[in-house]
């Protein structure tokens, strides 16, 4: 019985040992392996088949997103690189940089951000911490965990797929509805849309007054809520400029002038779980004295 308990203390600890070196690194002992990761040892890693490059400019060491960065043409550069340390180095003052871009220019785009450049254009870089969407910079820290997971599905796109995909992660949409700088449409109807506003006419949100603007937004909240509860109410909604094409819509939007008519952006609690995109809803009246309604809505 003694001997029969023995063996099996060590088949338990065994299994304990099992577990445990499943814990630690895999390599060979007296390899010289280290549990340091790449960012902490500054060496060169391989990231989707790109070398990590890094610089060290604003007070903060940055590494290469591997994707064009989003510059005003009017930003001034905010200095150059001035020292190329070996590509096992970790740039650790302003101006460093692990490889081959000596002299080239960096422009400060916000905190933990900027962009080199480079041959092939204005190239970002960011800080461990900080994530970038369309220009847009933020914490990861301030972020929800589904954010940063879609963040990292979009990152790995080609530039065709992201234009492709319609998803706008809600917690960058304020930020996205006052960005001048991101254009929706660039049809001849936005452009006759922009000369029309030229001439004097209001557009189409400053042709409603706040407590109109209120009245068609509690009337998306009721539909979205208890029309179609299946949606679960709504968790975001915006209206669009009128620089969208929709305003233009033949036969439908674009029956109606500014004053009667009113689009949204809207993401619904289920869609943003299922992690769909926002969508389109947009509110008509026929004439001042007649009620709201949902004319048109989807993607």
């Not at 369309?134 to 589904?146: A, V």
């Amino acid at each position: 019985m003694k001997q029969r308990m023995v063996v099996i203390s060590l088949i338990f600890f065994g299994m304990i040992s099992l577990v445990s070196g499943g814990c630690a690194s895999s390599s060979p002992a007296g390899a010289g392996s280290s549990s340091a990761s790449p960012a902490e040892t500054g060496s060169s890693t391989e990231d989707s088949g790109t070398s990590r490059q890094m610089i060290y400019v604003g007070g903060v060491c940055l590494s290469s997103a591997g994707r064009k960065a989003i510059v005003s043409p009017s930003a001034d550069a905010d200095g150059q690189i001035t020292e190329v340390l070996s590509s096992e180095e970790k740039p650790s003052a302003d101006g460093q940089a692990n490889f081959d871009c000596l002299g080239v220019s960096y422009t400060l785009l916000a905190d933990g951000a900027a962009s080199l450049e480079l041959a092939d254009g204005d190239i970002l870089f960011l800080a461990d911490d900080t994530v970038e969407y369309e220009g847009i910079y933020k914490k990861k820290k301030d972020l929800s965990d589904d954010t940063l997971t879609w963040l990292d599905f979009y990152d790995s796109l080609s530039e065709d797929e992201r234009l492709a995909l319609s998803i706008v992660p809600s917690e960058f949409a304020d930020e996205l509805r006052f960005s001048s700088s991101q254009p929706e449409y660039d049809t001849d109807s936005s452009i006759a849309v922009s000369a029309e506003t030229a001439e004097g006419l209001p557009s189409y949100i400053d042709a409603l007054t706040e407590d109109e603007l209120i009245e068609t937004e509690n009337l998306i909240q009721t539909y979205f809520t208890e029309e179609t509860p299946y949606y679960e109410g709504v968790d975001q909604l915006y209206p669009v400029d009128s620089d969208n094409a929709l305003y233009q819509n033949v036969g439908l939007e674009g029956e109606y002038p500014p004053g009667n008519i009113i689009i949204y952006k809207v993401l619904t609690v289920r869609d943003r779980r299922d992690g769909n995109p926002f969508r389109s809803v947009s509110v008509a009246r026929n004439n001042k004295s007649s009620d709201w309604k949902i004319i048109n809505s989807g993607y």
